[in-house]
Every structure is written in structure tokens, then in C-alpha cells.
């Protein structure tokens, strides 16, 4: 492993991406950056990180936001127990450090919402510890490069390679170190489709790409089916202003906005007697379309109907706030599985 270093180190000097975050080594800057890169691509994050630190520019101003604000500025980035993690993590450091980020890896693991990569990222770039930031661009380079067909969903086979990068982690360079094996990953040794082997500095070495077998590796257990969840979705407005309501504090994004639902794909003759049955007095139905909301674990197979009511009768708009569409775009967190239904009123 020891060889891969100055080649990697070379051809990051030349090769590295510019990135927002890369301009200083602030330990918040990183931590932000890092937690957001989480299942969302770089070119989709800078819009949402530039946004994030114009609003809350230092971690006590993060542990201090209101949630709804702090959800407001994550909406469209999904997994918002990311968010409120940051917030808890900024918290405790502003209790336990005194504002001041703790720089040992052990120290940065305890944070909430701060894993193994996410703490060898932050100790390694801000703080130059050695230790590795081992992610699915690491896993997949090593495999590659040793042509080994363990699976890595497995935590020894994980541990073993952490192990292995750690102990090569170049004193004096292991933040450099770390980045050049970022970005190797995502812009040479590419994940889905054929890695760019005569653009990488390891090529001589690599042995899936002496075999011609770099699409071979990683090696991973074929992925459970998600679950389909069939809904209908009401977009209930009366008078510009439309019926959101809050989801449970528990759960598939737990406190967000909605607009209600109900289970299984209604057509339209069904619509009415269900609308009926809540208290709704009706106006028109506007057929909305279908649409598909893909999370980790469920795929929501959606149809919407756009409601207009006549009047709001109290049993009927008793769990449901009414809100003018400014208030939809700015004040509640609407998660990015209804944007589809919300372009269409915006
Ligand atoms: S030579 Fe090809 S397969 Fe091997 S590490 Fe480089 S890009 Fe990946």
C-alpha cells in the first residue's frame, strides 16, 4: 500500500478539485461540507452550503437557529436527521469545548451525526492527524487496486481496509492524503460505469486494471427490493392558501410539512366521498398526475389531486395549518418528495 502515496500525492498536486470548502482548513467549514456530501453530489451541494454559511457563517450560530429555520435552509438535501445532528454536535461543542472544535479523531467520533469517515475527514484536513477518511470511494479504489472480491458491506472487511489505509496515512500530508483518494474516486476511478485507468496515477500497480476486471470490484450482496408505498396526495387550497400539515416527530422524515395523503392510488370517483367523509366542502378537483418520490428504503408511487374548497368548516381544518404560498416556500420545510405537486401551485 505504501507505494500508492507519492503518485497519489503527485497527481493531486496537479489534479485536485476547487472546491468551496477547500479554500481554508476551518474544522466547521469541512464538518458542513462533509455531512452534506453525504448521498448528494458536490455540483448539487455548493448551492446549499454557500446558503447555509451566509445564514449561519460560525458553529455557535448553528447550535443558536431556530429548527424550522435550520430545516428550512436543508430542504431539497433529504435525511434531515443530518441537520438536526449538526445542530445537537454544534450544541455540544459550544457546552463541552467551549466553541472550539475538538481535534482528536477519538473526541470528534462521540459528536452525533460524526462517523468514522466523517471524523478522519475533519482530524486529517483541519487538524493534520493521522488517521484515514475511509468511504465507498476508498472501498472501491482498494478493491480495485488489490483486485480483492471481499465484501465490503461486511465491518471486519471495512475494518481490515480502514487498518491498511490507516497505517500508509503520510505524516505531515494525511489531509492531502485523504483528498487525492476523494477525488480519485470521483473523477478517475469512477463508480458506475469504466474508470479512467489511463488518466490514474496507480495504473501500473492496480491489478483489476492489469486483468481488465476494474467493473468486478467492488463486490457487494445484491441490494433487498424497496417497499412501494402507493398515496394520494391532496393539495387542499382555499382562498391562496393551502392545508399542510406536520409529520409525526418520529420516522420517515419526522417533522416535516405535508400536504395530507392517503394510502393506496384513489381515482377520482372515489375522491369525493373521501373528501366528503373528512368535512371537506368541495369546489373542483384538478387532476395533479402521478409522480415517484425514491428514499433509501421506500419508493412513494404518488397521485395528486389539487382540491379547491368552497369553505373551511372548524372539524374539518383542525390538524392542518393554512399557508399563503410564501410561507410554504420560506417558513415550513416541505421535503423535496411533494416538489413535483408544489411547482405546480408555485
Ligand atoms: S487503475 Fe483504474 S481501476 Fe485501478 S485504481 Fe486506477 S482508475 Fe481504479
Request: aromatic share 10%.
Amino acid at each position: 500500500m505504501k507505494e500508492i502515496v507519492d503518485p497519489l500525492l503527485g497527481w493531486y498536486a496537479k489534479n485536485k478539485r476547487e472546491l468551496p470548502w477547500r479554500g481554508d482548513r476551518n474544522p466547521y467549514h469541512i464538518w458542513v461540507s462533509e455531512i452534506m456530501l453525504q448521498q448528494t453530489r458536490v455540483e448539487a451541494v455548493k448551492g446549499y452550503y454557500a446558503r447555509f454559511l451566509e445564514r449561519l457563517p460560525a458553529i455557535e450560530d448553528l447550535a443558536a437557529v431556530a429548527e424550522g429555520e435550520l430545516l428550512k435552509l436543508w430542504q431539497g438535501l433529504g435525511y434531515y436527521n443530518r441537520a438536526r445532528n449538526l445542530q445537537k454536535a454544534a450544541q455540544i461543542i459550544g457546552q463541552e469545548y467551549g466553541g472550539s472544535f475538538p481535534e482528536e479523531y477519538e473526541l470528534l467520533l462521540k459528536l452525533p451525526g460524526i462517523g468514522e469517515y466523517t471524523a478522519g475527514a475533519i482530524a486529517s484536513i483541519a487538524f493534520q492527524k493521522r488517521v484515514p477518511a475511509v468511504d465507498g470511494n476508498v472501498y472501491r479504489i482498494y478493491t480495485r487496486f488489490f483486485a480483492d472480491g471481499s465484501d465490503i458491506t461486511q465491518g471486519k472487511v471495512r475494518r481490515r481496509i480502514r487498518d491498511e489505509i490507516g497505517d500508509v496515512v503520510p505524516e505531515g500530508h494525511p489531509g492531502e492524503f485523504n483528498q487525492a483518494l476523494m477525488d480519485l474516486g470521483a473523477s478517475i476511478c469512477l463508480p458506475n460505469g469504466a474508470p479512467l485507468c489511463g488518466e490514474c496515477p496507480l495504473a501500473g500497480r492496480c491489478l483489476a486494471c492489469r486483468g481488465g476486471t476494474m467493473l468486478s470490484f467492488p463486490v457487494k450482496p445484491e441490494k433487498k427490493a424497496r417497499k412501494i408505498e402507493d398515496r394520494t396526495v391532496f393539495l387542499l387550497e382555499y382562498e391562496g392558501k393551502y392545508l399542510i400539515q406536520q409529520r409525526p416527530k418520529k420516522g420517515l422524515l419526522a417533522g416535516l410539512w405535508e400536504f395530507p395523503s392517503e394510502e393506496g392510488k384513489l381515482p377520482l370517483e372515489k375522491i369525493k366521498p373521501l373528501l366528503k367523509g373528512w368535512g371537506a366542502d368541495l369546489d373542483e378537483i384538478e387532476m395533479l398526475g402521478s409522480g415517484k418520490h425514491v428514499f433509501s428504503h421506500v419508493e412513494w408511487h404518488m397521485l395528486g389531486y389539487l382540491v379547491h374548497l368552497r369553505g373551511l368548516k372548524e372539524e374539518f381544518a383542525g390538524g392542518f395549518v393554512l399557508a399563503d404560498l410564501d410561507e410554504i416556500q420560506n417558513k415550513y420545510s416541505i421535503p423535496s418528495a411533494f416538489s413535483m405537486y408544489l411547482e405546480k401551485i408555485l
